[in-house]
């Protein structure tokens, strides 16, 4: 057991520092990190276009779509590096982790040479359209419907819980084609012009007050035949596919976490005495750092392996879970600890960081497949339990109950 | 970065799971738990002669001299197959002491029989029923001799020596017993859990070897129970995963409603949170024996941040295999009751969950981590 970089990989690891370091600043430990909101779109884009001439954009990718086909470890070591700097992240997480590896997989080799590049460059941004009003967990439950006009297909029906969907330029799209087929075989998979006639887009006001997910509505939208990904029909297949995608770009939960809560603790009076000598608060710090270690030791399990060439095991499937549910505790945590002076909004970076835990750590729950889905999956694909009974097998998808 | 056992010490544990599945060493634990026992001879003699006991032992007094990443992988095989011998009290805790703290002498005398099986040992340091500290200790050793009463030390009657937390004139030390004085009166103790036996031991002037430093023995006992705390995860690992086997095939197999009772949300979410349970506890538990391999400065964080999961993953995984099989998981006949009992047994044997809280905390408190 050690922890240390190959010979090869300690190269790597030094020409990403090196080239970073040129390009941009070093996180500090004293000053607030981030970007303004307004200019973040601008400066993302920026950042991405830079990575992108220099190959780092999308750097597992063959070079023929803008990467340098890169390892999977060396792909870890990169994201390792560049977290150290301060650089915008997040806009194009969606896109390159979801769409990305659909185009590749299912697109034409023109279309291929046609949006890659520009999706990997930041110069398109893309987001996915799957979830609607009526299908969440269940999101086979979808009713967006597909009419086949020569050609083309006319789209109508609504998506909802779409990031980014204000600034994106192309989504990828799963809709019902045929609802006298059976749930699963009657959906066909797109990717469509945000911007085409008929496509609306409104923001969802979030319980933190923000709006980063949006409801797209679709009246008679045109798409063209020859955007159509995979066969008509296998639209489910093709979304498992994405969804696999996307449980392996969300995982861990970013916000306060058991160092903010540890050091929070040793600052904070409680009855006259610091906060960190309550026995209550010592138990929650000592659960909180068991899991944050446990993750952190998980994903260098899974390095491991794929330092190894191995193929990691299902242990990654735990992260979401034990995250997002530890930070809504220790946002949970900090707010009583101010007591009735809990509830008020301040200026305080560590007392905005427990409010913003506790108020966004309910979507991280939902986001990206819910804690019970989840559940669902390390059951049957880990631990091989059958599915449980769907009410809803074999018929034909126009007489499913809905409850409206 | 190699965050994994060698392919070496893979094999040795593939080995052990397959000697301890051959030796039935389940069945042996229900038949030392319903006849009092206390431990299995047979089966500990054996292990002795597969050079286990022997594993860390330095070549120099006939060991094989490997290393704890050897012990770790036997520990979670011994933990799955709940082996009722006395390997942790003799290897982790005994054996450790005499190679870290014994003087040459010693050592000479000691380590070969250990290796043999003509030494077996255990360390006794509860006294009443609360936990053991530096200042509520009052067996005393003074001039080469030993006064007190020690109580739930396990394996005691199969031991032929103990290390004995005491006073000394000038601190804490640890005191080596050799059980063979009849001054030395060892009695059996009922306990939740006789598949392993507990016994009070009362030393009555009886000869003792003071171990190491005679006024620092707390800490020395400390550092036992850090590196002897990675060991006891590894055991509980084991008995974690045998404990989601058991429930997860029962749930496979038993029908409830016209179908699997595996297919119900109810049942799948209570495995799933037991595999993320496990899952956690491995991983730290791979740290903390790459901290303990390396004799890193993080093994107090490292070791109890692995106890920590263990513990908890053990006990969630013991309690809740019993609630899958129903009834049935109720009945002495079945095999969940072995491993909730031992899941306390091996919870509480180096200190309890609370405690081991507490030392997490109180570690990070001492350390710059943060």
């Known amino acids: ?404 | 970065m190699n965050l994994d056992f060698s392919d070496d010490q893979k094999f040795l544990q593939s080995e052990a799971r397959k000697f301890l599945e051959k030796e039935g060493a389940i069945n042996r634990s229900r038949k030392v738990l319903e006849d009092k026992q206390n431990t299995d001879i047979e089966l500990w003699n054996k292990i002795v002669e597969l050079g286990w006991t022997g594993i860390r032992i330095p070549e120099a007094y006939g060991g094989l001299g490997l290393g704890h990443l050897e012990l770790c992988v036997l520990a979670e095989e011994l933990g799955r197959f709940l082996a009722p011998v006395p390997f942790s009290s003799s290897v982790y805790l005994f054996t450790e002491a005499i190679i870290k703290y014994a003087d040459e002498d010693v050592k000479k005398e000691i380590l070969p029989k250990l290796i043999s099986g003509d030494i077996v040992g255990t360390l006794a340091v509860t006294e009443d029923l609360f936990a053991p500290t530096n200042s509520n200790i009052n067996t005393f050793t003074d001039n080469k001799k030993i006064t007190g009463k020690k109580i739930a030390v396990p394996d005691a009657e199969i031991a032929t020596h103990s290390i004995v937390v005491s006073k000394s004139t000038s601190g804490t030390c640890l005191s080596l017993v050799d059980h063979s004085s009849d001054t030395v009166v060892i009695n059996h103790q009922d306990t939740i859990d006789e598949s392993r036996g507990h016994f009070v031991v009362d030393y009555n002037n009886s000869p003792a070897v003071i171990i190491g430093d005679e006024s620092h023995g707390w800490d020395s006992y400390e550092n036992l129970l850090n590196q002897a705390a990675v060991l006891f995860s590894f055991e509980q690992i084991g008995g974690s995963q045998a404990s989601l086997d058991m429930a997860t095939n029962y749930a496979k197999e038993r029908y409830a409603f016209g179908r699997q009772i595996g297919s119900f949300q109810a049942i799948k979410h209570k495995l799933a949170d037991m595999y993320v349970a496990i899952t956690l506890a491995k991983s730290n538990s791979y740290y903390a024996a790459w901290a303990l391999s390396t004799e890193s400065s993080d093994l107090p964080i490292a070791s109890a941040t692995a106890r920590v999961s263990s513990t908890k993953a053990y006990q969630l995984c013991s309690k809740e295999n019993i609630q899958t099989h129903g009834g049935n998981g109720f009945t002495w006949e079945y095999d969940c009751h072995l491993y909730y009992k031992r899941s306390k047994l091996l919870s509480v044997n180096i200190g309890s969950l609370p405690n081991w809280k507490e030392k997490l905390v109180s570690s990070l408190e001492k350390s710059n981590t943060y």
Not at chain 1, 328 to 340: A, E, H, K
Request: aromatic letters at 8%.
């Open chain 1, 1 to 404: 057991m050690d922890f240390n970089d190959t010979p090869e990989q300690a190269q790597f690891r030094n020409t990403c520092r090196e080239w970073l370091e040129k390009n941009a600043e070093p996180k500090s430990k004293k000053k607030r990190e981030g970007f303004a909101d307004i200019d973040f779109l601008d400066v993302a884009k920026e950042w991405q276009k830079k990575k992108y001439d220099a190959g780092w954009a999308m750097l597992h990718w063959p070079k023929e779509y803008g990467g340098i086909a890169a390892s999977p470890i060396e792909r870890i070591i990169w994201s390792e590096e560049e977290s150290k700097f301060n650089v915008p992240r997040g806009i194009f997480e969606i896109g390159l982790g979801m769409c990305g590896p659909v185009m590749m997989e299912y697109a034409t080799e023109e279309q291929k040479e046609r949006y890659l590049p520009a999706m990997a460059e930041g110069k398109e941004i893309w987001c996915q359209l799957f979830s609607e009003p009526s299908a969440g967990s269940d999101v086979a439950g979808l009713r967006s419907k597909a009419v086949q006009d020569g050609d083309n297909w006319i789209i109508n029906g609504q998506k909802v819980w779409t990031s980014g969907a204000h600034f994106c330029d192309f989504g990828i799209l799963v809709v019902r084609h045929d609802p006298n087929l059976e749930k699963h075989k009657g959906m066909t998979f797109f990717f469509v012009d945000m911007k085409s006639p008929g496509i609306e887009v409104k923001p969802i006001k979030q319980i933190t007050g923000g709006s980063s997910f949006n409801e797209v509505y679709f009246t008679d939208v045109v798409i063209p035949d020859s955007q159509r990904l995979g066969a008509i029909g296998d639209g489910w297949k093709v979304a498992i596919t994405t969804l696999m995608n996307e449980r392996l770009a969300v995982g861990d939960a970013n916000g306060a976490d058991v160092k903010e809560a540890f050091n929070w603790a040793k600052s904070q009076d409680d009855c006259g005495e610091s906060l960190i000598k309550n026995r209550a608060t010592r138990e929650s710090i000592a659960d909180w750092y068991c899991e944050a270690n446990g993750l952190k030791n998980t994903k260098l399990r899974t390095m491991s392996a794929l330092s190894k060439g191995e193929t990691p095991g299902p242990e990654a499937s735990i992260t979401k879970i034990v995250s997002a549910n530890k930070l809504q505790d220790i946002g949970n945590f900090g707010i009583d600890s101010l007591d009735m002076a809990g509830m008020l909004k301040t200026e305080d970076n560590e007392v905005q960081s427990f409010q913003n835990a506790w108020l966004g750590a309910p979507g991280l729950r939902i986001a990206g497949g819910t804690d019970e889905i989840l559940k669902n999956i390390i059951s049957e694909r880990v631990l091989g339990l059958p599915q449980d009974k769907r009410s809803d097998k074999g018929m034909p998808f126009k007489d499913i109950p809905s409850g409206n």
